[in-house]
């Protein structure tokens, strides 16, 4: 079946604008993650939507950086005010349940100019 | 606090050269070791996931086993197109928190 969808799948924008990030889990797929990728670092945790929980948002940079989930599929990541700091590769994933392995999407590259 | 080590950062092997990649933790309550390839410019592709020591795990030309501190990625004969990045992942236990902790990863560069 469709794996996780992101888009748009690279992104330029201005320092001091706001963009949104989309990703589309995995269908029947209930966990839903956002991870940060920078050049030579790790994965970095952002947020994560379980069901119908408050999702755990201890990841978040900055309350720059906000993610939604609407019906508990489609998610939006959004950072407000971009800075230069905040370019990265931005990878959604979603796992079946809560103890299942995640499944990634091929990212949202953020270059901010 | 919870932290996963790889090592080597990079690693280069001629086709057909065996070698292991190293993955270290420190977690509270390990609840899923997991391995992950990523080539350049997309997601990472999951492997493997190991949950209790001594279990162990095999795809192809690769094999995961699993310590009390450690994770082990072997690869047998490598072909070129076993060239990737490969990551490695912990799962703890506890809190709402469901993350998986990352390391950095290790550059695997297989030459024909």
């Known amino acids: 079946g469709a794996g996780v969808s992101q888009s748009p799948s690279n992104k330029v924008t201005e320092k001091g604008k706001d963009v949104e990030l989309r990703c589309d889990p995995i269908?029947?797929?209930?966990?839903l993650y956002w991870y940060r990728q920078s050049l030579g670092q790790g994965l970095e945790f952002l947020i994560y939507f379980q069901g119908n929980s408050a999702p755990d948002k201890s990841g978040l940079p900055s309350d720059r950086f906000s993610a939604e989930r609407t019906g508990g599929s489609v998610s939006t990541l959004t950072i407000q005010r971009t800075q230069q700091e905040d370019s990265a590769v931005y990878l959604c994933?979603?796992?079946?349940?809560?103890?299942?392995?995640?499944?990634f999407g091929n990212g949202t590259r953020l270059t901010v100019t | 606090e919870d932290q996963v080590t790889q090592s080597p950062e990079a690693l280069r092997l001629q086709e057909g050269e065996s070698s292991s990649l190293n993955c270290s933790y420190t977690?509270?309550?390990?609840?899923?070791l997991f391995w992950y390839r990523q080539d350049p410019g997309k997601g990472p592709e999951f492997l493997f996931t190991l949950y209790s020591a001594g279990e162990e795990k095999e795809k192809e030309r690769l094999k995961a086993t699993l310590t009390k501190k450690e994770s082990f990625l072997h690869i047998t004969a490598p072909k070129p197109e076993d060239s990737a990045t490969y990551l490695c992942a912990a799962r703890a236990l506890g809190g709402a928190t469901n993350k998986l902790i990352f390391g950095t990863g290790t550059l695997l560069a297989v030459q024909p």
């Open positions: 977690v509270s309550g390990l609840r899923g």
């Open positions: 994933a979603s796992s079946l349940d809560r103890g299942a392995p995640l499944h």
């Open positions: 269908s029947g797929h209930t966990a």
